[in-house]
């Protein structure tokens, strides 16, 4: 790996690290293994929802009436996301997410397995309600206002991570989303952290990137936007220069490797050999959801195959430019290939 694992700590713990164990672990799998060019599976956990789309027709939208638009359903989740792109690059991948015992929640699980990815960790919550997700986009397919509802996250308890503590301990990389309970977030940064696995958290959106900021140091991989950068550091960050600048003072609070994104003007990384500034594919966006979980996926593949940071990033920008010019959350096509070709478009 490019990236540094946190040494393996075998004795040591404390009492006071060792979290109360709640709630209901099912029986989990064997370790998924690797991928068929043996680099290690990756464990995702965190969101997987049911996503209502809503984009205006109009030239404009008006505000408080009824605007004519094109409505899209399918399924979501930014874990859940990350996922399927990471399967359909083929990487080992396993989710660990929560849904309720019902239509939705069916839907769902059956969609991200016939992606290719191991569903055999998810859970079913009987009387819950499966995560949803209503966007509303403009004309030009950019967001203007998203509202989630993410409490079944809930239900991914420390106790569901103790049971899956073998999967954890052999994954190439652990990638959390944000919306995952803080005692759960604690319980897996403590069990990777002892087995020396890397671990990425995914900021999710703005309201949820103070509840992450403790949990920063020691990270493998940190992906915020400009916006989110700018939240953790209390101050504005802009320009390119910001954003570089930002990378750089993140990467003080012991991240191996951040990279700040910045929408149509690409990426910006830092690594303890270096920064610098990947341009953004120019594309007539679509859709802009799920961009950045494929950012996110791309990054992880270039990092898992021991890319350089520059190239990692530009396999991500790849994946996200692909991701926009669909109206699909995860497109269902996307592969290793496709993101090469599109480099040099």
């Known amino acids: 790996m490019i990236f540094r694992a946190p040494a393996p ?6 009492r006071a690290d060792r979290l109360p164990v709640t709630g209901t672990a ?5 370790p998924y293994g690797s991928g068929e060019d043996g680099t290690p599976g990756v464990v995702v956990i965190g969101a997987a929802s049911f996503d209502l789309k809503g984009r205006v027709l109009g030239d404009q939208v008006v505000e ?8 899209t359903a399918g399924v979501g989740g930014v874990a859940r996301n990350i996922a399927e792109n990471l399967a359909r690059l083929d990487i080992a991948t396993t989710l660990i997410a929560a849904v309720a015992d019902d239509l939705l929640g069916n839907l769902v699980i059956q969609t991200t397995a016939r992606a290719g990815v191991n569903i055999g960790c998810m859970l079913t919550i009987p009387g819950a309600r499966t995560g949803a997700y209503l966007g509303l986009l403009t004309p030009q397919g950019d967001l203007l206002m998203g509202i989630d509802d993410m409490r079944i996250v809930r239900c991914i308890t420390p106790r569901v991570l103790e049971g899956a503590r073998s999967l954890l301990r052999h994954a190439g990389m652990v990638i959390l989303d944000a919306n995952v309970p803080l005692r759960t977030l604690r319980a897996a940064r403590r069990i990777c952290r002892v087995a020396g696995v890397p671990v990425c958290i995914e900021p999710v959106s703005l309201p949820l990137v103070d509840r992450i900021v403790p949990f920063l140091s020691g990270l493998a991989l940190f992906t915020p936007n400009r916006a989110e950068a700018g939240t953790v550091l209390g101050r504005q960050v802009e320009t390119i220069d910001d954003a570089l600048t930002a990378a750089l003072d993140l990467r003080e609070r012991d991240i191996d490797i951040v990279v700040v994104t910045l929408g149509g003007g690409g990426a910006v990384y830092a690594t303890s050999q270096g920064s610098g500034h990947v341009p953004a594919i120019q594309t007539d966006v679509v859709d802009e959801s799920g961009a950045g979980a494929a950012m996110t996926a791309g990054i992880v593949y270039g990092l898992m195959h021991e890319f350089p940071t520059d190239e990692a990033v530009a396999l991500g920008a790849s994946a996200a430019s692909l991701t ?9 096509d996307i592969s290793l290939e496709q993101i090469y070709a599109h480099l040099v478009v």
């Open 64 to 71: 408080g009436s009824s605007n004519a638009g094109a409505l």
């Open 324 to 332: 926009l010019l669909s109206p699909e959350t995860v497109r269902g």
């Open 26 to 30: 099912p029986d989990f799998p064997e």
């Open 9 to 14: 700590v075998e004795h040591g713990i404390s």
